[in-house]
């Protein structure tokens, strides 16, 4: 006999399904992805003990790019620095488009001091990139805000987000192209077991090889299943 599914379930689905977590501009991970990928990461890394942070990445001035060169103009920007980010961060790193010009880059497993150098290191491959529209040649900068789960006032996954956007916002009111965090944050969790990430096997990007067996598909997959699951559970305790 069939199994049956009742509607909102197969509803619950259906919008799962890999289009509706993709951004289609740039091929990265939607908003909405990214929420689900944070609170599950975070509730992950807070029983388990481990190092987690998060970074956001806004292009500045980003509207005068739109304005003068147009919004083709504009988009070229962000494919371009969503390849960049995604070539500078390991498989099992979760990046995406939060919207607009700002991304979001959630590293497990990693301590402050990892995603500083990390952070950095986007930023300057970005600002060393020459764009072009017709005749017009540019280079942007890019503002970052790092935030970590070791942080004292971090007690849940919106803190996280939260934290990471003050120090984006603030780093735009100190003139921008810029990474900032809390430079007093701990290097571990308190109580944490977990081991920090090793140093990367090449210059360009953050790698690490105990993790790159976990294909981004796999790991898309695993979150999807998670975010099913809970999705039925709800239905379950509501029915």
Do not use: W
């Not at 003990?49 to 980003?62: E, H, N, T, V």
């Not at 060169?69 to 070539?87: F, R, S, T």
């Not at 921008?176 to 944050?185: F, H, I």
């Not at 979150?223 to 709800?234: E, K, M, T």
Request: charged share 25%; glycine share 6%; net charge neutral.
């Amino acid at each position: 006999m069939p199994k049956e599914t009742s509607p909102g379930s197969e509803k619950a689905n259906k919008e799962m399904d890999t289009p509706s977590i993709i951004d289609e501009l740039t091929s990265l991970y939607n908003h909405r992805f990214l929420m689900d990928a944070i609170s599950l990461e975070f509730a992950k890394s807070q029983k388990q003990g481990l190092a987690l942070a998060l970074i956001l990445l806004d292009i500045d001035d980003f509207q005068t790019i739109t304005n003068d060169l147009g919004p083709a103009a504009g988009d070229k920007v962000l494919v371009e620095v969503a390849k960049i980010i995604k070539n500078s961060t390991r498989d099992v790193d979760i990046v995406g488009r939060c919207g607009g010009e700002k991304f979001c880059v959630l590293l497990p497993n990693t301590h402050l001091k990892r995603a500083t150098a990390g952070a950095e290191r986007v930023r300057n491959l970005i600002i060393s990139r020459l764009f072009k529209e017709g005749e017009v040649s540019f280079n942007i900068t890019v503002s970052l805000g790092i935030s970590c789960i070791s942080e004292a006032d971090t007690a849940s996954a919106r803190d996280l987000l939260e934290h990471a956007d003050m120090r984006l916002y603030a780093d735009k009111q100190r003139g921008r192209n810029r990474v900032l965090y809390k430079k007093d944050a701990p290097e571990a969790s308190p109580g944490a077991t977990g081991p920090s990430i090793p140093a990367s096997p090449t210059p360009n990007r953050m790698q690490d090889a105990s993790v790159m067996q976990y294909g981004a598909k796999t790991l898309s997959a695993l979150y999807i299943q998670s975010i099913r699951a809970l999705v039925n559970a709800l239905e379950l305790k509501d029915g």
